[in-house]
Each structure stands twice: as structure tokens, then as C-alpha cells.
């Protein structure tokens, strides 16, 4: 059974950093793309940032610049490191395989304010 543990939330202020991180337990980590995804309230959940299974990055325009996405196979970890966060950015993240239909985490809350 396919588990994603995310952890590294926290309130921020704007400007700030936070480093997120997401433990997947799949097998086949290595080869599958990974992304991070979030929720803030009363909006749909949006994929914020992939990384295929080479490396390669894709990033939602709002985000370009500010996050950065990694990923350490031998740990099966994912990484989301957050920078210049604004206020915008408050909202529930979440990992997963794209196009998977692997079952959410609980995900973690990010909150940007002052």
C-alpha cells in the first residue's frame, strides 16, 4: 500500500522560507515523476511543481522563481524548498505521483502571514 507522508509546514512570515518534504513509499519511486500540490480554502487543489524521474522541472507560473523542487531516490524522498513565500501561498500541500491514482496524504499546512 502506496503511502505519502508530508511534513515540514509552519507559519511564516512573508518573505520567508520553508523547506517541505515528502516520504513515499513506493517501490518504483526512482522511475515515477513526483509533485507537489496544494489546497488553499474553498479552492481546488492545483499542482504547483513536477519533477520527472531525470530531473527535470516544471513549475505553475505563480510559483517560477520562488520554489524550487527536488529529490533524493535512495531516500524516496520528495523536496519542496519555498522561497519569497507571499501570502498567496497559504494553503494545504500535498505530494503524489501525477496522473496516479495513488490516495492523498494528510498533507501539510503552510501559513504565510504577519
Known amino acids: 500500500q502506496v503511502q505519502l507522508v508530508e511534513s515540514g509546514g509552519g507559519l511564516v512570515q512573508p518573505g520567508g522560507s520553508l523547506r517541505l518534504s515528502c516520504v513515499a513509499s513506493?517501490?518504483?519511486?526512482?522511475?515515477?515523476?513526483m509533485g507537489w500540490y496544494r489546497q488553499a480554502p474553498g479552492k481546488q487543489r492545483e499542482l504547483v511543481a513536477t519533477i520527472g524521474n531525470l530531473g527535470g522541472t516544471n513549475y505553475v507560473d505563480s510559483v517560477k522563481g520562488r520554489f524550487t523542487i527536488s529529490r533524493d531516490n535512495a531516500k524516496n524522498t520528495v523536496y519542496l524548498q519555498m522561497d519569497s513565500l507571499k501570502p498567496e501561498d497559504t494553503a494545504v500541500y500535498y505530494c503524489?505521483?501525477?496522473?496516479?491514482?495513488?490516495?492523498w496524504g494528510q498533507g501539510t499546512q503552510v501559513t504565510v502571514s504577519s
Open positions: 513506493i517501490i518504483s519511486f526512482k522511475i515515477n515523476a
Open positions: 503524489n505521483v501525477p496522473t496516479s491514482a495513488y490516495a
